[in-house]
Every structure is written in C-alpha cells, then in structure tokens.
C-alpha cells in the first residue's frame, strides 16, 4: 500500500518494539515497595480500630499517615540506591526504544532512519528472538539440567536483551528527541520518489555508531551459534545418558564431572 507503514518490512524489529512496549524495569522493586507501604499504612489502621475505645480516632489517622510517609521516604531512598551506571543505561535505551515506538506509530520510522541501520537493527532482534527460542527448548528447561547451565542460561537470556539495548545506543545521535506525526506534503514526496524512483533523503547515520551496531549483531549470532552446539550435543548426551538405562545414572553423574572439570579448566586458562 502506498500510505501504510513500511516499517513493517522490519517485522523483528517492529515485534520487539511492541513486545518491550509495556516493560517496567522497576516493576519487582515496584511490587516489593507496595507490600511494604501497605503493611506499614495498614497495621497501625487495623491496631486503631481494634482498640477505638481507647485509641482516638484522629491518632489513628495521624500514626497511620505518619507510618505511610516514613516507607514512602525510604521507598524513594531505596529507589534513588538504584541509579546506577548500568541500570541509566538500560533506562536510556528503553527511552530510545520508546521514540522508535513513536516514529512507528506516526509512520516515520521509515523515512527518519536509513534502510542500512533499519536492516541490521532488524537482524539483531531476529537473532534476539531465535536465541531465546533455543533458550525456551525442553533442553533447556528440563528439570535435570546442571546447575552451570541454569546459570549460563540466565546470562545468556540477559545477554540478548542487552544486546538490543547496546544497538539502539549506538544510533543515540541520529534518533529525534521530538517526533511529529508526518505532514501530507511528506506523503507527497514519498509518492513521488516512489512514482520516479528516486532515493529517499540521505540520513548521516555515524560510521562509527553503525560499526558498532555490527559488532553486536555480529557477536550476538555468534553466541546464538554456540548456544545452537551445545544443544544439539546436549540432547545427544542426554539420550544416550538416560537414567532408565543400565548405568544411565552413573553416565549422567559422569557427564556432570567432565562439565564441571571442563569450566574450572577454562576458569584457570582465563586467570
């Protein structure tokens, strides 16, 4: 169609965007603080009605806003704890991440940022996704699975997230601070490049931003690739090391020693 959006010849990209659209980094912290305030506000309520005989009504109220205050002030000490370096950073990329939100929804993402970087944020959200596919398999999810890979598990699903948040990073300079929806006179000319065609406007997105944005896809498949080795190897152990086989038990224990004395191996090569 010659008005619809376009961006949506990037569909992991567009998926991720609307998969993140919602998230909350502070939502445990969020969760854990309104526990607290409520008890705080609601013990001293229910002690004054328990005992309104004795206890004036308008002390209750007065101990209840006081306690509710005193949590509210340490929720936001608690919270301001958290600033951290890391946490501004995801904080900035989800904001990016936001205004790309916008420039979809107002059918600009398309004209604002070049088809180059569009690609290969596209990529890196396509690898994103199939990584914690692999991540979402029965291998990985099975019950027996050894602790070293739980752990590396987690990292790895960590690691996928962070990676859109780098990418996006990259492209801080060339993404709006401000967006507005499309006047028609640019629908105008996007008929008319598309009628002559003719290139869209250049964007100068930075080499460098755009390099690095490279080596994160890069790395990210590349990690997905290792990801992929181990659980194809990692099913293959687990048929032929099946505890319901004679010896299956003492197989399964044996493959465990040989993982661990593999990572405190690596562990010493790496000090």
């Known amino acids: 169609m010659l008005f619809g959006n376009k961006a949506e010849q990037y569909p992991h990209l567009v998926g991720y965007l609307r998969e993140t659209e919602n998230l909350d980094l502070f939502k445990d912290f969020h969760q854990q603080w309104s526990r607290i305030i409520l008890a705080c506000v609601g013990v001293p309520f229910?002690?004054?009605?328990?005992?309104?005989?004795?206890i004036p009504l308008i002390l209750t109220?007065?101990?209840?806003a006081l306690c509710g205050g005193v949590a509210g002030f340490f929720m936001q000490q608690k919270k301001a704890e958290l600033y951290t370096p890391e946490l501004e950073s995801r904080?900035?990329?989800?904001?990016?991440?936001?205004?790309?939100?916008?420039m979809l929804t107002f059918h600009r993402l398309h004209r604002d940022l070049s088809e180059s970087s569009l690609t290969l944020m596209d990529e890196i959200a396509r690898t994103r996704m199939e990584t914690r596919?692999?991540?979402?398999?029965p291998y990985w999810r099975q019950p027996a699975l050894a602790p070293t890979y739980v752990q590396l598990r987690e990292q790895a699903l960590t690691a996928c997230d962070q990676a859109m948040n780098d990418a996006v990073m990259q492209f801080k300079m060339v993404i709006p601070t401000h967006v507005e929806s499309r006047r028609p006179g640019d629908y105008?000319?996007?008929?008319?490049?598309m009628f002559?065609?003719?290139?869209?406007?250049?964007h100068q997105e930075s080499g460098v931003g755009f390099d690095a944005a490279f080596k994160v896809a890069d790395k990210l498949q590349l990690m997905r690739?290792?990801?992929?080795?181990?659980?194809?190897?990692?099913?293959?152990?687990t048929m032929t090391t099946s505890p319901d086989i004679p010896g299956g038990m003492l197989d399964l224990t044996m493959s465990e020693i040989r993982t661990i004395r593999q990572a405190e191996e690596e562990l010493r090569q790496g000090l």
């Not at 596919?133 to 398999?137: D, G, I, K, T």
């Not at 992929?228 to 990692?234: D, F, I, V, Y």
């Open 46 to 54: 229910l002690i004054g009605l328990a005992f309104h005989n004795s």
């Open 61 to 64: 109220l007065i101990v209840t």
């Open 91 to 102: 904080l900035e990329a989800q904001r990016l991440f936001g205004t790309l939100r916008k």
């Open 133 to 137: 596919q692999l991540l979402e398999s």
């Open 188 to 193: 105008v000319s996007e008929a008319m490049e």
């Open 196 to 202: 002559l065609k003719t290139p869209k406007p250049i």
């Open 225 to 237: 690739s290792e990801l992929e080795k181990m659980t194809l190897q990692g099913e293959r152990d």
